[in-house]
């Protein structure tokens, strides 16, 4: 029940008789059933990751952990800790000493966030909530206990402004009245306490924006064109490139990119996959660049069919590159010229645009034998 933010020393004096209180040590057999009954439905019917935080002596992990869940329970007090792993020996949790509003589980997630009567203690519990919630797999739930406690001076969190705080996360909140259920507090009660359910909405799956470029060859020089009028690295130098449109794939896309800057009609056995490269512009957010090749003479011409877009075409030796470009797309004909196929160009913010042989150097080859189903 404890969290990073309360006296330690307190709660560590409070562990000996924490479990004094009916509704803490659960040992008489009805308050146990009822909470029993109460936890299993608020958590799933199938064995679940669950994560409680704020544990105490850990009466509430062990319900979950007898209802075949797996629990890894947190306090920030060691006497707390020490009393949750004796009583959890044998179900298979496992105890941790740490903060609840910043539980020490590094990168794992759960199906489950179950905390009782600690939220109400918490300086920013709006951030915490946030916090929490990120904690859940897709699909998972926040179970919290909380109430207000005290007629005259009191205390806790009502359900109204708790509603108010989950409210930014979306989803679904169910509150449940718990005052009214005397088995549960092993008295009569007249406050208020409650269980809130909330179920964040699922993250919206990731995302990115799929480009491709044109590497025309000719002999030993590829043609670039200087980008003007875009709003974006105008007066760059850049392959021939764009966006892919709905329903379109990669080698019908740069067809048809390469028609509309260019004016060559290639065919789709005239392009060679050259490199894929994800990649990410200063202050933007990341895509996936697909680079073709494709020899001069094929298709026609290249003319500049987009002046709008495009000030001029130019050819340059592929050993000789000139400065004055777009640096992700100088990096994918690097990596190309260095027989690299996977590369990461991911800038930070504050990156120039501007390739800077000076600057950082935001290029990362993946190899290979990396990518399963490459056979190398």
Same mark, same amino acid.
């Given at each position: 029940?404890?969290?990073?933010?309360?006296?330690?020393?307190?709660?560590?004096?409070?562990?000996?008789?924490?479990?004094?209180?009916?509704?803490?040590?659960?040992?008489?057999?009805?308050?146990?059933?009822?909470?029993?009954?109460?936890?299993?439905?608020?958590?799933?019917?199938?064995?679940?990751?669950?994560?409680?935080?704020?544990?105490?002596?850990?009466?509430?992990?062990?319900?979950?952990?007898?209802?075949?869940?797996?629990?890894?329970?947190?306090?920030?007090?060691?006497?707390?800790?020490?009393?949750?792993?004796?009583?959890?020996?044998?179900?298979?949790?496992?105890?941790?000493?740490?903060?609840?509003?910043?539980?020490?589980?590094?990168?794992?997630?759960?199906?489950?966030?179950?905390?009782?009567?600690?939220?109400?203690?918490?300086?920013?519990?709006?951030?915490?909530?946030?916090?929490?919630?990120?904690?859940?797999?897709?699909?998972?739930?926040?179970?919290?206990?909380?109430?207000?406690?005290?007629?005259?001076?009191?205390?806790?969190?009502?359900?109204?402004?708790?509603?108010?705080?989950?409210?930014?996360?979306?989803?679904?909140?169910?509150?449940?009245?718990?005052?009214?259920?005397?088995?549960?507090?092993?008295?009569?009660?007249?406050?208020?306490?409650?269980?809130?359910?909330?179920?964040?909405?699922?993250?919206?799956?990731?995302?990115?924006?799929?480009?491709?470029? /044109?590497? #025309?060859? *000719? =002999?030993?020089?590829?043609?670039?064109?200087?980008?003007? %009028?875009? !709003?974006? @690295?105008?007066? &760059?130098?850049?392959?021939?490139?764009?966006?892919?449109?709905?329903?379109?794939?990669?080698?019908?896309?740069?067809?048809?990119?390469?028609?509309?800057?260019?004016?060559?009609?290639?065919?789709?056995?005239?392009?060679?996959?050259?490199?894929?490269?994800?990649?990410?512009?200063?202050?933007?957010?990341?895509?996936?660049?697909?680079?073709?090749?494709?020899?001069?003479?094929?298709?026609?011409?290249?003319?500049?069919?987009?002046?709008?877009?495009?000030?001029?075409?130019?050819?340059?030796?592929?050993?000789?590159?000139?400065?004055?470009?777009?640096?992700?797309?100088?990096?994918?004909?690097?990596?190309?010229?260095?027989?690299?196929?996977?590369? /990461?160009? #991911?800038? *930070? =913010?504050?990156?120039?645009?501007?390739?800077?042989?000076? %600057?950082? !150097?935001? @290029?990362?080859? &993946?190899?290979?034998?990396?990518?399963?189903?490459?056979?190398?």
């Amino acid at each position: 029940m404890s969290t990073g933010t309360d006296d330690r020393d307190f709660w560590d004096a409070e562990a000996e008789r924490f479990d004094d209180e009916p509704d803490h040590g659960l040992r008489d057999p009805r308050v146990r059933d009822a909470w029993a009954i109460r936890l299993r439905s608020w958590l799933p019917d199938t064995p679940s990751d669950v994560l409680d935080l704020g544990c105490g002596t850990g009466s509430l992990a062990l319900l979950a952990a007898e209802s075949g869940h797996r629990v890894t329970a947190v306090d920030s007090s060691t006497k707390m800790a020490a009393r949750a792993r004796e009583k959890l020996t044998g179900t298979g949790a496992r105890v941790l000493v740490g903060d609840a509003a910043r539980p020490p589980v590094g990168a794992d997630r759960f199906d489950v966030v179950l905390v009782r009567h600690v939220l109400w203690m918490l300086p920013d519990p709006a951030a915490v909530l946030r916090h929490w919630a990120a904690l859940l797999r897709p699909g998972g739930r926040l179970v919290l206990v909380e109430g207000r406690w005290g007629a005259i001076s009191p205390v806790g969190i009502t359900a109204a402004a708790l509603a108010d705080l989950a409210a930014p996360l979306g989803g679904r909140l169910l509150v449940e009245q718990l005052g009214h259920d005397a088995a549960l507090w092993g008295r009569e009660v007249d406050d208020e306490r409650y269980a809130a359910v909330l179920t964040p909405p699922a993250p919206a799956r990731h995302r990115e924006i799929v480009d491709v470029h /044109l590497l #025309l060859l *000719r =002999d030993d020089e590829i043609l670039l064109a200087r980008r003007s %009028g875009t !709003g974006y @690295a105008d007066g &760059l130098l850049h392959a021939p490139s764009g966006h892919l449109e709905d329903g379109e794939d990669v080698r019908s896309g740069m067809i048809r990119e390469a028609r509309e800057e260019i004016g060559i009609e290639l065919s789709p056995d005239e392009l060679s996959v050259a490199l894929v490269m994800q990649h990410r512009a200063p202050n933007g957010s990341a895509r996936i660049g697909w680079f073709f090749t494709a020899r001069h003479g094929s298709g026609g011409e290249p003319v500049n069919r987009e002046p709008d877009k495009c000030s001029e075409l130019g050819w340059y030796r592929l050993d000789a590159l000139p400065d004055d470009m777009v640096a992700y797309c100088r990096a994918g004909i690097d990596a190309y010229r260095d027989g690299e196929s996977f590369l /990461l160009h #991911l800038h *930070r =913010d504050g990156d120039p645009i501007a390739y800077d042989p000076a %600057g950082p !150097g935001r @290029a990362v080859p &993946l190899s290979r034998s990396a990518v399963p189903g490459s056979g190398t």
